[in-house]
């Protein structure tokens, strides 16, 4: 059984969906080496969350946030507005969505689906850098 622990650190995206498949895979060159196992991915951040979705059609994307926007709305009467108008209505999103995802793994490749992506979905709009805990477990060949 092999491990392999990496932290990448994304550019800064504005509020929305935002396909990193390419950044991910980019960053674990060895995973051609692994011919079965798990790929776990962390972001180590309260206002921003991973998902795995359609990545063939951009209105995919575009809907869900517009849709998360009608569900978790900056004009409920929070307590924590210390951060502005947005920051607590991420955390929430954070807490409906995921903080990771996991993948499989196989002959050195993700085992994503033909129109499956990995996204970032940031839920304030003016964030910074984020980072991602990559984590692959499994046989190597």
């Known amino acids: 059984m092999a491990w392999l622990q990496r932290e990448i650190q994304l550019s800064a995206f504005g509020q929305g969906c935002h396909p990193i498949t390419r950044e991910v ?14 790929l776990h991915i962390f972001i180590q951040h309260t206002s921003a969350s991973l998902t795995l979705n359609e990545n063939a059609d951009p209105d995919v994307p ?11 709305t900056e004009e409920f009467p929070y307590y924590h507005t210390i951060e502005g108008r947005d ?37 304030r709009r003016r964030a910074s850098r984020r980072r991602l805990v990559l984590t692959v477990q499994g046989e190597t060949q």
């Open 62 to 72: 575009v809907d869900l946030q517009r849709m998360l926007d009608s569900l978790v």
């Open 87 to 123: 920051d607590m209505p991420a955390h929430v999103k954070v807490s409906l969505t995921d903080s990771s995802l996991t993948i499989p793994v196989g002959n050195g490749r993700l085992r994503l689906g033909t129109w499956q992506g990995i996204f970032l979905w940031e839920h």
């Open 25 to 38: 895979v980019a960053a674990l060159p060895e995973l051609k080496q692994f011919k079965i196992g798990l």
